[in-house]
């Protein structure tokens, strides 16, 4: 108990001879002074973190399984024959099979990847495999 309290007064000592040090300086309390009310007219009160604006939505992809000819044509901005190549082709396991059942050529896959996605129509991947092996 006995040294606790010796830390307590030792660590009070050192802290108020730091103070009294700063005060030894002349002209300190008049720059503290100055640059606290400086720094008050400066500083406007701190306003609450603005909050980011939403991003805007993603732009709904076309699902090429399901899309119509005029859908294709409108949202992916690919010609007639394009899409009806694709709506023929139906139905993909994935949107790279526009490549590797050649319906598209690669420039065109490329330039329509990222608007594109290829649903499935069932929950099950037995029942989905069946269906593209139809084709």
């Given amino acids: 108990m006995k040294v606790q309290t010796l830390i307590t007064l030792i660590a009070a000592t050192l802290i108020a001879g730091v103070s009294f040090a700063d005060q030894d300086k002349p002209g300190a309390d008049a ?20 909050k980011p604006a939403p991003a805007a939505p993603a732009p709904a992809l076309v699902d090429i399984n399901t899309a119509s000819k005029d859908e294709l044509v409108a949202k992916l901005g690919v010609k007639a024959d394009v899409a009806d190549r694709i709506v023929a082709a139906r139905p993909y396991g994935s949107k790279a099979q526009l490549i590797t059942r050649k319906v598209l050529p690669e420039s065109a896959y490329l330039a329509i990847k990222s608007s594109i ?3 499935q129509p ?3 991947a037995g029942k989905n495999a069946a269906l593209q092996k139809k084709k």
């Fill in 31 to 50: 720059s503290k002074a100055k640059e606290t009310t400086a720094q008050a007219k400066a500083k406007p009160a701190a306003k609450p973190a603005a």
């Fill in 117 to 119: 996605i290829a649903k």
């Fill in 122 to 124: 069932f929950k099950d």
